[in-house]
């Protein structure tokens, strides 16, 4: 092969049949994707199902923490098991611009192999286009998840209840800060990296272990803030938050203070909210704590009735203010 | 709304909130769409299951006979179609570039949701991705799909036998000669309109109808002729084709001509191959001929030992040629 992308490895043709045996099926070996036919043939799937749709656009590539590849395996996975599911089938479609670097391709779809034995879950189907130069910025990756949904019923957005503890599973604002760091060549005295990781092991062990979970959500594309104003407008209920409660790195919180971000808006790609009844909150943290992706889970609010659809932040020195979602793009390209 | 997409829209936050509502909930309604969950909760699947995904660069975005969006919809599908199921659920994925015009998204939109309703398939999850101008190529679609398996076995690229029979549902060339020809500005006498359709609803009666379909497989990009060459290698076979039956349209016939271009390596996008024993090709034929998707079908040759994976054309001369895999790109972005 070439070391560069070419137009032909997107003809369906001869050097479209080498890219897929040489590079994607030598990674991404699977029953279902050796097949080569137009579609995968799932037999061991029953219902209900969760499926979930990503195109990864991140610039750059690689990252502290992460890459393109792992970032779109996690991605989707996390967004399966929001739903209560086991995150089980993934398809991937590349978008390549011609010239791509082959060592570059080639990196992407290790760590997409990696990533996804990690979380469990097997590429079954793809799909490879190239466009050609300046028509895509080097690379685009869609990965679509389905996987079967345990927790009956399925968390929503829209099932929060008022009583309802609101907890979270992490420190906020990594990913955001250590791509935007990154990209802008910035060295932090300590570095900041990515929170990407999955999350469906300890989703499913919340399930199971603690049960009636109303909400999963992962604060990715707006942050937090952004997040639970969807959740607090799907419910059509008030959430107050605590905002000494919000686990935040001291690394994050001065890199965010030195460029005047606010953490409570970065995306996150490692962490999730929980919702469920306040009597077992001390349950779900104990299981959260206990498990690697959990460690700095905290309590950090309640949803309550009062003004529906409105997040409201109650500061450490007592006062408090409406935490509004996100208007537009406060960094573009983060996933 | 702004008459241009803007970056903000792929924010996640308010303004990416504004688009989902005022255009892609007002065409794409479905349940599953407009709960706003990060997953798709599907209830009434069972397996075995067929997956396909594939991602829509196609340009110009709007052509003869259809456009990207409806290109999106029947190619996964058709897809989903292939393996003997039943397509019932897709995702989507917009790729957007900053500065697409609003109003050409919204007809991409309702055209998808146009085509989805013809095949009877709902889209029910989705993503938007905005990249900043430069970055893309005004928009790409991702479309990935899933059904219900009704053929048992299901049919695949491996499962031709000698003795079968090589059936195709039309006329060769027509996508791949309409795209080519809008693009160049080329007028012919007669306008060469894209064959883009859905094969579902085709494909489902035969199985009912025929059964024992061994291969389904729709001649996309690389034609019949890489398509034929891909059975002929998964089965370790030999194909041997006529070449005078297989249909083409005279206006086909003259445009390859007159630009030097082999309609046998043209892409389809409403065309497909059915690989069946001999014995039921009659009653297949009869099946195909009396729907509109495959009123041109006709018999184009059959299966034998012998050379594995070489595909043989006989000429109407009476001599014979091997029928190569295409090597590269013919005509890059085609679908």
Redesign the interface.
């Known amino acids: 092969m070439s070391h560069k992308v070419?137009?032909?490895y997107?003809?369906?043709?001869?050097?479209?049949?080498r890219l897929i045996r040489d590079l994607f099926l030598k990674h991404l070996h699977s029953p279902g994707l050796s097949?080569?036919?137009?579609?995968?043939?799932?037999?061991?799937?029953?219902?209900?199902?969760?499926?979930?749709?990503?195109?990864f656009?991140i610039y750059p590539l690689f990252f502290p923490g992460g890459d393109i590849g792992s970032l779109a395996v996690h991605g989707t996975v996390?967004?399966?098991a929001?739903?209560g599911?086991v995150p089980k089938?993934l398809?991937?479609?590349?978008?390549l611009e011609e010239g791509l670097e082959m060592h570059e391709l080639e990196k992407i779809v290790r760590s997409m192999a990696l990533a996804a034995n990690n979380c469990g879950v097997q590429v079954?189907?793809?799909?490879t286009?190239?466009?050609?130069r300046?028509?895509?910025?080097r690379i685009?990756i869609?990965t679509?998840?389905?996987g079967r949904?345990i927790a009956d019923p399925?968390p929503?957005?829209?099932s929060a209840e008022p009583g309802d503890a609101v907890l979270i599973s992490g420190t906020m604002g990594d990913h955001g800060l250590a791509v935007l760091a990154h990209r802008q060549g910035m060295d932090f005295e300590t570095a900041i990296i990515s929170d990407s990781r999955p999350l469906n092991d300890l989703t499913v062990q919340l399930i199971r272990e603690v049960g009636q979970i109303h909400v999963?959500?992962?604060p990715?594309?707006?942050g937090l803030a952004?997040t639970l104003n969807?959740i607090a407008l799907?419910s059509a209920l008030e959430i107050i938050i605590l905002e000494d409660r919000i686990p935040v790195s001291q690394e994050v919180q001065a890199g965010c203070s030195f460029l005047g971000l606010d953490p409570l808006y970065m995306?996150n790609e490692g962490k999730f909210i929980c919702i469920l009844p306040e009597i077992l909150a001390d349950k779900a943290l104990k299981v959260m704590r206990s498990h690697t992706a959990g460690k700095d889970a905290a309590l950090i609010g309640h949803v309550q009735e009062g003004h529906r659809g409105r997040v409201v932040l109650r500061t450490s020195l007592g006062g408090q203010r409406l935490l509004d979602?996100?208007?537009?793009?406060?960094l573009?390209?983060i996933c």
Chains 1, 2 share one sequence.
Request: aromatic share 4%; with cysteine; charged share 20%.
């Open positions: 070419l137009l032909d997107g003809s369906g043709g001869r050097a479209s049949h097949r080569l036919d137009d579609a995968a043939l799932i037999q061991d799937l029953s219902g209900p199902l969760a499926m979930s749709t990503d195109t656009t996390n967004d399966v929001m739903l599911a089938y398809s991937c479609a590349f978008l079954i189907t793809g799909d286009k190239v466009v050609p300046g028509a895509a910025d685009f869609n679509t998840g389905i949904v399925a929503s957005g829209s999963f959500r992962d990715t594309r707006g952004t969807e799907q995306a979602m996100l208007e537009g793009e406060q573009p390209r």
